[in-house]
């Protein structure tokens, strides 16, 4: 296993396309990174950078203490699960699985063992005989793990390798690659632009937006302490309400619209007047029949596991989750309580305020 270093590393096309600005990220040994971000945030592309399989427009990545930037990506020794499956398909699993060791040709004694051992953690012992055609969309994803963990790289990448799956297999598949993980104990990149995934299996979140980092840490640092809106907006499920207006620092609270105050109950460090978002959490959202901040009922949103109340306050979009299902035939209009202690506050740059 390996540590990984990236450091200053930007990527451009060009003199007016940037693609990557000024990432510096270290990776433990042994860590399950996620880079999560939205289509066009240069995730795959960072990873593709430290795969070596594009160039660096500046700054160096190291594997291991060593520097990679001119090494080409056979002699890094990571290896790559793709969204595609990319299987040989005249080839039987246990051949694509154990393809890259034949090549280095390896004795036949560490080959059959190694083979046993992946194919074990990943339960395929009984399709080792079959083509890829023979299998499904998630035994595919497997045998693409099991071809990389027969390598025993120093590091593995993963661009979002559950994407081509339905909802039911990403959910199993997310768990397979979590144990994989912790039985393994391989330092891990996973490239994804769905939030649940990254909550779910990272040890700690990268949150890119733009070409940069926007946030780093575990995923209740990001769900509990958003470094700003974008994170604020991105993590969490459904997204946290984000509500702009002015701060009134009497009154601790923020004002958005004539007589309506949403009391924060602290202060802080921000001009009277000064702009302001506040942010809470469709979950802390309190339903308080009696209460004076009041919202109409825009669209009912049963989950299963809760109801997504649609709401408008002040003319902007606003959503209540609840347990209650009572509200499944809500009023036209619902009092609103926001707990203080739930609050979050952005300033006019979109950073949070302490």
């Not at 979590?178 to 995934?197: F, N």
């Not at 923020?254 to 959490?281: F, M």
């Not at 309190?286 to 919202?295: C, G, K």
Request: hydrophobic letters at 45%; one cysteine or more; aromatic letters at 4%.
């Amino acid at each position: 296993m390996a540590t990984i270093d990236i450091r200053a590393v930007t990527k451009a096309y060009g003199p007016n396309l940037p693609v990557l600005q000024g990432i510096d990220l270290a990776i433990r040994d042994g860590e399950f990174i996620v880079l999560v971000g939205p289509s066009g945030c240069g995730k795959s592309t960072l990873l593709r950078m430290i795969a070596g399989l594009e160039g660096i427009t500046s700054g160096t990545i190291a594997i291991d203490g060593r520097v990679v930037n001119d090494v080409a990506p056979k002699a890094r020794d990571i290896a790559m699960v793709f969204q595609s499956y990319a299987l040989y398909p005249h080839m039987t699993v246990a051949d694509n699985m154990t393809y890259s060791l034949r090549l280095r040709r390896a004795p036949k004694a560490t080959i059959g063992e190694k083979l046993r051992a992946a194919s074990a953690k990943l339960g395929l012992d009984e399709f080792l005989a079959r083509k890829p055609k023979a299998l499904s969309g998630g035994q595919r994803q497997r045998v693409a793990m099991g071809r990389a963990i027969v390598r025993a790289p120093k590091a593995f990448l993963f661009d979002e390798p559950l994407s081509n799956l339905d909802a039911r297999l990403r959910e199993q598949m997310r768990a397979e690659i979590r144990k994989l993980h912790a039985g393994l104990k391989a330092t891990s990149i996973y490239v994804t632009h769905d939030q649940v995934e990254a909550m779910t299996l990272a040890d700690r979140i990268v949150a890119m937006h733009g070409g940069s980092i926007q946030q780093i840490g575990s995923p209740l640092d990001l769900y509990d302490r958003p470094a700003n809106l974008f994170v604020a907006g991105f993590i969490g499920s459904p997204g946290m309400n984000l509500v702009p207006g002015t701060w009134d620092a009497e009154a601790r609270g923020v004002r958005i619209g004539e007589g309506v105050l949403l009391p924060v109950g602290r202060s802080a460090p921000v001009a009277e007047g000064a702009k302001v978002t506040l942010g809470v959490r469709p979950e802390h959202v309190r339903l308080a029949p009696d209460a004076p901040l009041r919202a109409p009922v825009e669209l009912v949103e049963p989950t299963g596991h809760g109801i997504i109340l649609h709401l408008l306050l002040q003319g902007r979009p606003f959503r209540a989750l609840t347990h209650d299902r009572g509200y499944l035939a809500p009023p036209p209009a619902i009092g609103l309580e926001l707990p203080p202690e739930e609050i979050h506050l952005f300033d006019e740059a979109g950073d949070r305020i302490e």
